[in-house]
T-cell receptor
Framework: NAGVTQTPKFRVLKTGQSMTLLCAQD?????MYWYRQDPGMGLRLIHY???????AKGEVPDGYNVSRLKKQNFLLGLESAAPSQTSVYFC?????????????FGPGTRLTVL | KQEVTQIPAALSVPEGENLVLNCSFT??????LQWFRQDPGKGLTSLLL?????REQTSGRLNASLDKSSGRSTLYIAASQPGDSATYLC???????????FGTGTQLKVEL
């Protein structure tokens, strides 16, 4: 049982390049989330999904797109990377997203945009 | 807008000391409050989840309390060990979009 995994672990992009971050979970969770963590800012929700085929905007969605074509995978895309998107990105999942559910986090992807 | 504050931002204690980490939040309409641990370069690990109807939760040497009316939570760590060194984050769940709002964390160092 791998839990939540993220690919890649590190990436360096040039401004304007695109990339996709992959999150996978093997816990049969319905809810999945993408966060970014910046120094002094705490974790902020980018997008989330309440089930296969659904996505919704979080607190800081601009510049990102997501897709949830399969229940176990949640993809985060950057179409045209900007230096402001330099951050550590975390994926998380939870069973049903109810008040009793905790979120399980992946190890993170450290992205640098030059 | 919900805001979560953690004080202090950093804390250094000798091994064996009991310690308290503080978390405060501005909107008391929460469903639960969670404490997480984050080791350098790693993801977050859930430590304790307190539902809004509960006052505290315990796991081993950890005890978390919640006073929803005053917008405060504390994480008590008993008999601290060097392995407890990490950043501790609190987060409140306000539903309506499944939103967890995080504090910026307390970086704890337990010295031998």
């Amino acid at each position: 049982n791998a839990g939540v995994t993220q690919t890649p672990k590190f990436r360096v992009l040039k401004t304007g390049q695109s990339m996709t971050l992959l999150c996978a979970q093997d816990m049969n969770h319905e809810y999945m989330y993408w966060y970014r963590q910046d120094p002094g800012m705490g974790l902020r929700l980018i997008h989330y999904s309440v089930g296969e085929g659904t996505t919704a905007k979080g607190e800081v969605p601009d510049g990102y797109n997501v897709s949830r074509l399969k229940k176990q995978n949640f993809l985060l895309g950057l179409e045209s990377a900007a230096p402001s998107q330099t951050s550590v990105y975390f994926c998380a999942s939870s069973y049903l997203g109810t008040r009793a559910d905790t979120q399980y986090f992946g190890p993170g992807t450290r992205l640098t945009v030059l | 807008k919900q805001e979560v504050t953690q004080i202090p931002a950093a804390l250094s204690v000798p091994e064996g000391e009991n310690l308290v980490l503080n978390c405060s939040f501005t909107d008391s309409a929460i469903y639960n409050l969670q404490w997480f641990r984050q080791d350098p370069g790693k993801g977050l690990t859930s430590l304790l989840l307190i539902q809004s109807s509960q006052r505290e939760q315990t796991s081993g040497r950890l005890n978390a309390s919640l006073d929803k009316s005053s917008g405060r939570s504390t994480l008590y760590i008993a008999a601290s060990q060097p392995g407890d060194s990490a950043t501790y984050l609190c987060a409140v769940f306000t539903g309506g979009g499944n939103k967890l709002t995080f504090g910026t964390g307390t970086q704890l160092k337990v010295e031998l």
